[in-house]
Structures are given as structure tokens and as C-alpha cells.
């Protein structure tokens, strides 16, 4: 089934040229079918990219899919247009009182602010907690997940000597999760962060599981079945050259940052690297997608809209 994005978004454009089924508006209002409505908050700065990354892997599935774009009510993008903006997302402000059936919030680049000090983190917190009542299933990425974990457990974030940068071999600790499930007893995954948090710091009495880790770079997936959220420290959305576009772009800007391990053949930057993890990120969002399915009521998005 075809994923129902706006009919002029850009990253419509790459989907279809990719062979990935889309659905325009008009089109979309002739079925009479319940899709599963997840809404993206994009805090990445590169919006247009990370939309087709997720709605990439979102849209790859059996299942009908309507795809929300979210933004931080007051907070001004520097790196996207404010025409982007207004044509193609919603402030979190106005979908408030709306439910969805998954919700995932991205990566930000504030990971070397403590928390509190991240301008538009009280409305964050008033969304994770506005997810427990609003949204069915969740998922937060990389840095996101970091502060899901500060503020519904009070875990705390580390700073790394350097750049965790690069793709990276992790096991399957739980293959009987159903986010797990056709999961290969080890896996590569593509990890770009400056911060982690430690398994030692997980509260022992929360019903925190790790599912997936690496010797390398410690946490990748953790199931939080108490709060109907996943959390992902680093990056199975990532395409090809995303972990190549970043080491390009910070040795333009002078910023320090090693070559990202086990990625590009023979550690040579001028040659493509291999994708070793695209259908394990497609088996992964494929695996969260229905167990929403699977779970939601039919009737839990319409009843949470006015």
C-alpha cells in the first residue's frame, strides 16, 4: 500500500523515483480506508533530507500510511526555509488535541547542551508527555531517545572523548521482541553522536529491555513498555552517504571529526560506500508499523480529533 504525503513535498519526488508507492491528497480521499497516521517532529536541520529517510522506510510497508509533519511551535529553523515550512508542516501547538497512531520525534544537533538548556525543551517535555494520552505507539531517535530517557527516567547523557562516527556491528539481545522479529543474530547499524547513555544508568525497576547493543558504542534500541515508546541512539534511516555528507561537511568547516569507521572501502573518502544496513532498517520500521497495527483500536485516531 502507498504512503499519503503532500502532493508537492519534495521528497515525493525521490520515493517515486525509487519505486516506493505515494499517494497524493486527492487520491487519498477516494478510499474509503483507515490508514495509520504517524506524525514525524523533525528537529533535524536538514528537513527536506531526513523526510525522505523516514518516509522512505514508513512507506515500504503493506500498510496504508498517512505521514504528519510536525514542527516546534515557536522555534525558528535556521537551515529551512520558512516557506518549507509553512507549505508542508504543522506547529505542535495546532495538533495538540489530534491522536496518532505512531509518532516519532528525530535526532537534534544539541547534544552538547545539557537539556535544560535547549531552547524549546519545556515544549518537549510537554510532548512526551502529551504522547502518553495522544499517541499509540512511539519512537525516538538518537538524541531524542537521550531525552525521552532524561525525562521519563532521569537518565543521564555522557559526553564521548570523540565522535561515536561510523557503522558499526550490533547484536540481537532479544530476538523474540516483536520489534526484533527476522532481526539476524548481529547487524550493522550507522551511528553519529557525540554523547551515549550507559546501560549502568537504566533504572533497574522500570521495565527498560535492551534490544539491541553494540561493543563498540554501547546502547542501540531500548523498549519502553511502560510509556509504548522505542528508543534508537543512532541511525538505521540513515541512506548511503548521509554519514559521508556529514564528514565532508565538517572537514569544510574546519570542525574536528575522524573518517567514520568501517564505511567507506579501504577508508578511502572518495569512494561510495557500501549500505550494510537498509534492510534491517526496513525490517525494523516494518516490525514497528504493525505492532501498531496490530494494537491500535480503529477508532483511536478519530476519536482524539475535533
Not at 508542516?89 to 509518532?103: I, L, T
Not at 544539541?110 to 499509540?136: A, C, G, M, N
Not at 550490533?170 to 553522536?193: A, E, I
Not at 534508537?232 to 556529514?246: I, Q, V
Request: with cysteine; charged share 25%; glycine share 4%.
Amino acid at each position: 500500500m502507498p504512503i499519503k504525503i503532500h502532493d508537492s513535498l519534495p521528497a515525493r519526488g525521490v520515493l517515486e523515483e525509487e519505486g516506493v508507492l505515494v499517494m497524493g491528497e486527492t487520491d487519498a480521499v477516494r478510499q474509503d480506508i483507515r490508514p495509520l497516521r504517524i506524525g514525524v517532529l523533525n528537529l533535524m536541520p536538514n528537513k527536506i533530507v531526513t523526510e525522505a529517510q523516514f518516509a522512505r522506510l514508513i512507506g515500504a510497508t503493506p500498510l496504508q500510511v498517512e505521514l504528519e509533519l510536525i514542527r516546534i511551535t515557536n522555534h525558528v529553523a535556521r537551515n529551512t526555509s520558512m516557506e518549507h515550512l509553512i507549505s508542508f508542516y504543522r506547529p505542535w501547538a495546532d495538533v495538540r488535541e489530534e491522536r496518532f497512531d505512531g509518532f516519532i520525534i528525530t535526532g537534534a544537533p544539541v547534544e552538547h547542551l545539557p537539556f535544560e538548556k535547549v531552547s524549546y525543551w519545556d515544549e518537549l517535555r510537554q510532548i512526551f508527555d502529551w504522547s502518553q494520552t495522544h499517541v499509540h505507539r512511539n519512537l525516538n531517535v538518537c538524541w531524542a531517545a537521550q531525552a525521552a530517557l532524561h525525562h521519563f527516567h532521569g537518565v543521564p547523557k555522557h559526553d564521548l572523548p570523540e565522535k561515536a562516527f561510523g557503522i558499526f556491528h550490533h547484536q540481537n539481545l532479544v530476538p523474540t521482541s516483536p520489534y526484533m522479529r527476522g532481526f539476524s543474530d548481529d547487524f550493522y547499524v550507522p551511528v553519529s553522536r557525540w554523547t551515549e547513555v550507559r546501560r549502568e544508568d537504566l533504572p533497574a525497576d522500570r521495565g527498560l529491555m535492551v534490544l539491541a547493543e553494540s561493543k563498540e558504542t554501547g546502547l542501540c534500541l531500548v523498549d519502553d513498555a511502560a510509556h509504548r515508546s522505542v528508543h534508537m541512539f543512532n541511525h538505521l534511516e540513515y541512506d548511503t552517504c548521509s554519514l559521508a555528507d556529514e564528514y565532508h561537511r565538517d572537514m569544510e568547516s574546519g570542525s574536528p571529526i575522524s573518517i567514520p569507521k568501517n564505511y567507506f572501502p579501504q577508508d578511502d573518502s572518495t569512494r561510495k560506500p557500501e549500505n550494510r544496513w537498509r534492510s534491517h532498517a526496513h525490517l525494523f520500521f516494518g516490525n514497528w508499523l504493525n505492532e501498531m497495527y496490530q494494537t491500535v483500536p480503529f477508532d483511536w485516531v478519530s476519536a482524539g480529533n475535533k
